[in-house]
């Protein structure tokens, strides 16, 4: 498994996070069987969030249930939270903040999160009301990492005019057939095209700057409205999925595997998020987590995909 170092820290994260989004259902063995497989991977990161499973706090509270982590196995491994989406409305206020990370970690059995992450920008946000739950939160031990999901630069830099403690990660969609974070900068100053339109305001450079670890959601989905995943799809995709079919056997991995390979293969260090249930599949992400694509392979995939290479 490659590994990065968070940047600032001495502390060393996997480029591959088990999301854990879709564990509502399953059993406490399949859910135990899902962790091993991951563990033994090398991922020691796993990505929750208050709203997973329909219910709010479900999927936190099966992951907690089914593992019944000791103190010894909860200090090999990072829990990673997501707060500020409610039904209907995104709320950053001091109070939900604090109300939501304590009703996390009764769900997770757990007395901390290694990271907390403001999960879509709440246009209301009150910067101060986001200081003040942070400070209680790190002054209590509850939180060690924080950061944000879904943001801007200017979002961020909002956020850090009254927030304290750094902003070390920012979740964002990103796949090869969704990768604006990284086209559109290829492509700049381009007339005419529509690659070229900056969607995120330099997210990617900005990041880079200010040490901000990106983390890749959806990595096999195509963009919204189309949706679905383009790795086997040979309908929609026939030129992508043949260059991984390719690139897969002269690496001694899987399509999926080549896909993870494109995401970790870029210098920002971007950690990639799987939503997977099924053991095999963490597996063969995993796997290409340790392909290293030269620049020409890199760039096959992204013309493939149907990106313009000016």
């Known amino acids: 498994m490659k590994t990065y170092t968070l940047p600032h820290t001495d502390l060393v994260l996997p480029s591959v996070i088990l999301g854990l989004m879709r564990i509502a259902r399953m059993d406490d ?23 997973y499973g329909g ?5 936190e509270a099966r992951f907690g249930e089914a593992l019944r982590l ?32 304590d009703e996390s970690l009764a769900a997770l059995r ?11 920008p709440d246009t209301l946000v009150e910067p101060d009301e986001v200081a003040a739950a942070f400070d209680r939160l790190q002054g209590d031990g509850k939180v060690r990492h924080f950061g944000v999901s879904n943001h801007m630069p200017g979002q961020i830099e909002l956020l850090k005019r009254s927030v304290r403690q750094p902003l070390r990660f920012n979740q964002m969609q990103l796949s090869l057939t969704h990768a604006n974070l990284f086209a559109q900068g290829v492509a ?5 095209l529509d690659q070229s339109a900056d969607r995120d305001n330099d997210l990617l450079n900005y990041s880079r700057m200010q040490g901000v670890m990106l983390q890749a959601w959806s990595p096999f989905q195509n963009p919204r409205p189309a949706g679905g995943v383009f790795v086997g799809d040979k309908e929609n995709h026939g030129e992508l999925n043949a260059v991984l079919e390719d690139m897969a056997a002269a690496h001694g991995v899987t399509p999926t595997g080549i896909a993870v390979a494109w995401i970790v ?8 998020v799987l939503g997977t249930t099924r053991p095999s599949r963490v597996a063969e992400c995993a796997a290409g987590s340790d ?11 992204f013309r493939a995909a149907g990106h313009t290479l000016p």
């Not at 899902?34 to 709203?51: C, E, K, N, P, V």
């Not at 757990?110 to 879509?120: F, G, I, N, P, S």
């Not at 700049?188 to 005419?192: F, L, M, R």
């Open 29 to 51: 063995g399949e859910i135990r069987q899902l962790f091993d497989t991951a563990r033994d991977a090398g991922i020691t990161f796993f990505d929750h969030a208050d709203i």
């Open 70 to 101: 000791s103190s010894a196995e909860r200090e090999q491994v990072l829990i990673q939270s997501k707060v500020g989406i409610r039904r209907g409305f995104f709320d950053f206020s001091a109070e939900h903040i604090l109300a939501s990370v």
């Open 110 to 120: 757990t007395d901390y999160l290694d990271v907390l992450l403001l999960h879509r």
């Open 188 to 192: 700049a100053n381009i007339g005419g």
């Open 55 to 59: 219910e709010r706090h479900l999927c």
């Open 291 to 301: 392909v290293r694509l030269s620049r020409e392979e890199w760039y096959r995939l």
């Open 265 to 272: 293969r870029h210098p920002a260090n971007i950690q990639v």
